[in-house]
């Protein structure tokens, strides 16, 4: 009796971390303490080449989907020896895999986005994580059957269906946002450079950013969704070198090394910003990225749907 409540509680236990690791990186509009944005997730599948700008969404909404389905799977113990458990540990090995990957080209720093910005954790800690979690896996598969009647199918399919439909219906993906952005007429204005290049600290802006097309993009190293908008340009960057962006930071200087391990952007040219000049050229609403031609803002971007492609049709133009 004991063992059959031990291995029921390591199963309920199980499960509850998949619900968590997809809720808490969901952006889901509820409790929203416990949930991140999803777009760092989406993110995760361009920046490893399986996945575009487009696909990248329906990509992170099915995964995160999966997640709940195993974890109600455990939490019901349905199907367990012959879905649930198969599932859990092919799941396991290719965030595993993926955390390793991220650790030889990136080494153990930053936060590796297993349950969004809400738990932090390391690339490395999370793998030990799967680790023991496979572990466990390994032991309930030996000695833990489940519950595998018609009547457990059903419940099976319920869970399944609920699972992969929520992410989708509580954060719908919006694939014509950045294009309508991008092409929506707007009044065009000056950007006072010669603010930036007077008062800019810790890195010279080169004066060529008054010439040509940048894009310019004014970040909080304190703001969650600066570092949002970093993390996907950074992506960008790395995919193509020929986009000219550059960063104007504003906050302690202290919080540079922790913006630059969690963004991984330090090769993106970019300085300090402080107080009034910064408030006078980016306004009060974090993060503003500008698209500069010769000194003017034609597009004022958000930040939660850059698209890489329609940058670059902008910079043909």
Not at 248 to 261: A, H, S, Y
């Amino acid at each position: 009796m004991l063992k059959k409540i031990l291995f029921t509680t390591l199963c309920v236990l199980m499960g509850a971390v998949f619900i968590i690791s997809g809720f808490t990186k969901g952006g889901f509009p509820f409790l929203h303490k416990f949930t991140s944005p999803i777009e760092p997730f989406e993110m995760t599948f361009v920046d490893l080449g399986v996945a575009n700008w487009r696909t990248a969404p329906f990509i992170a909404r099915l995964l995160i989907g999966l997640e709940f389905f195993i974890g109600l799977a455990l939490i019901f113990h349905v199907q367990l020896k012959k879905i649930v458990y198969k599932l859990g540990i092919a799941l396991l090995l290719v965030f595993s895999i993926y955390l390793i990957l991220l650790m030889i080209f990136q080494g153990s720093k930053g936060n590796c986005g297993c349950f969004g910005t809400v738990f932090t954790m390391t690339p490395m800690v999370a793998l030990v994580k799967n680790v023991i979690m496979l572990a466990v896996f390994l032991l309930l598969y030996k000695f833990h059957d489940g519950w595998s009647t018609k009547a457990a199918t059903i419940v099976l399919w319920i869970c399944l269906a609920s699972s992969l439909i929520l992410p989708f219906i509580w954060n719908p993906v919006e694939l014509d946002y950045s294009e309508a952005y991008l092409n929506k007429p707007e009044n065009n204005f000056e950007i006072p450079l010669d603010t930036l290049y007077n008062n800019a600290t810790l890195n010279v802006p080169p004066r060529t950013l008054s010439k040509g097309k940048h894009i310019l993009a004014f970040m909080s190293l304190s703001c969650p969704h600066c570092r949002i908008a970093a993390k996907k340009i950074r992506i960008m960057h790395e995919r193509n070198p020929e986009i000219s962006f550059y960063f104007i930071l504003n906050g302690d200087e202290e919080k540079l090394k922790p913006f630059f391990e969690d963004t991984h952007t330090e090769e993106i040219p970019h300085c300090m910003l402080l107080g009034r000049p910064f408030v006078y050229l980016a306004g009060t609403v974090m993060p503003a990225i500008y698209l500069v031609n010769n000194g003017v803002v034609e597009h004022d971007l958000d930040y939660m749907r850059l698209d890489q492609g329609e940058i670059e049709e902008w910079l043909k133009k």
